[in-house]
């Protein structure tokens, strides 16, 4: 064979053998050798949202604001159209009838057009914790029923309170109370609470959190750590209890356990300082309870919310953007700005600038908000309009949970 010959053939080996072996090496099963192809999982949609928002975006839709009067008014229009807020609560004060609340959030949804929907809450418990017009049946307290031990009469009364709030387009309620009434001396919970036994209250409130969640309301148990052994009003000042870890295991953490056993989707965090806990910040502002107890020994991994940061207990303290910061820090998603168009802006303004000088990592942002984004999906919230509920019916349901 001619030198050549032999040069182009040994050539074209080598090539062969170079290019086969630069191929990055295929991933193989160890038993049978068959090939795995490389695969990276498609981003949900609320991931895809999520990155096209902006820190402004982002940073609002940890926010529930709450306005003053029956329409949107300024104040309303500026919260959901300028800072494009996660969520409106209302109270009494902006509800007189049927006609009217159905009117109010419709105009709420309108307002926010085609962008992601809000939260519309309501605390609405039943008994004297109530924001339903006039027209609609009263309820018994919670108490009343947890007394009951009918397992269906409680899945029902959760039904029930669900039907009220979609009948005039509220989708997330601030119930069931989960806390444990034993406190004789306690006057801003007693009977909200459904009993003064840990079990019984477990029991009872996470059934009503079913029946909620059957109604396609969004159900949120409070107040964490357990507001029901307490003498102060968190309205007003801030509650203190020293009771030990193995007690407050033993009490106080037995409904909120269960609820999270059986799946709620939202907890409420209060403004209580638990000494055994963590000795120096209330709940909602400590990251030892929040994030340490509340996710990482418990395992909820729902949307956090705190209680109205305006509220005395914190608000005069720290100031409420300080708050707001703080409550972000320590793990919470949702915070609630009940009162005030200005204090609704300092929160904001105060959560932006911890963004942007790191206080809060754009990864704990996201976090929040995606928590957020994908409740709202699973729930299927949307801006569309509702009509006025036929009241009679609605009252119907109401009558058959009475004694």
């Known amino acids: 064979m001619q030198p050549k010959r032999i040069l182009s053939i040994l050539l074209c080996f080598a090539l062969f053998f170079t290019v086969s072996c630069g191929k990055a090496p295929a991933q193989t099963t160890p038993s049978s050798g068959t090939t795995v192809p490389e695969t990276t999982a498609a981003p949900s949609p609320e991931e895809q949202t999520l990155k096209g928002m ?18 949107a008014g300024e104040d309303g229009i500026s919260a959901v159209t300028d800072y494009q807020v996660g969520g409106i609560i209302l109270f009494g004060r902006n509800v007189s009838d049927s006609r009217q609340l159905t009117a109010l ?75 444990v009434f034993s406190n004789p001396n306690n006057t801003v919970i007693g009977d909200r609470s459904y009993s003064s036994d840990p079990e019984t209250a477990a029991w009872a409130a996470a059934l009503v959190a079913g029946g909620l969640r059957d109604s396609g309301t969004i159900a949120a148990g409070k107040h964490f750590p357990g507001h029901g052994d307490t003498a102060a009003d968190s309205h007003t000042e801030l509650p203190v209890i020293d009771k030990t870890r193995g007690e407050w295991e033993q009490s106080d953490a037995v409904p909120f356990r269960k609820a999270i056993q059986s799946g709620v989707p939202v907890i409420m965090v209060g403004h209580i300082l638990m000494s055994s806990l963590d000795a120096e910040n209330p709940a909602s502002l400590s990251h030892t309870v929040v994030t340490g107890v509340l996710r990482e020994q418990m395992g909820f991994d729902g ?74 999906a699973e729930y299927g919230l949307t801006n569309e309009p509702i009509s006025v509920p036929d009241i009679d019916a609605l009252n119907r349901k109401i009558e058959e949970l009475l004694p």
């Open 54 to 71: 902006t820190t402004e975006q982002k940073v609002a839709q940890l926010l529930v604001a709450g306005i003053a009067g029956t329409e």
């Open 105 to 179: 959030t419709n105009q709420l949804k309108a307002l926010n057009g085609d962008y992601i929907p809000l939260f519309l809450c309501v605390d609405e418990e039943g008994g004297r914790v109530s924001r339903m017009p006039a027209e609609i049946t009263d309820l018994p307290s919670a108490y009343t029923f947890g007394n009951s031990s009918d397992s269906s009469l409680l899945t029902e009364l959760g039904r029930v309170l669900g039907a009220e709030c979609g009948a005039f387009g509220l989708n997330l309620d601030f119930a069931p109370v989960m806390d």
């Open 303 to 376: 949307v956090v919310c705190t209680d109205d940061l305006t509220m005395g207990a914190i608000s005069d303290a720290y100031g409420i953007g300080e708050v707001a910061v703080r409550a972000v820090e320590a793990g919470c998603d949702l915070l609630l700005i009940c009162h005030e168009a200005e204090n609704l802006k300092t929160a904001y303004d105060a959560l932006l600038h911890a963004v942007d000088s790191g206080r809060i990592s754009e990864e704990r942002l996201n976090e929040s908000v995606l928590r957020i984004l994908s409740l709202k």
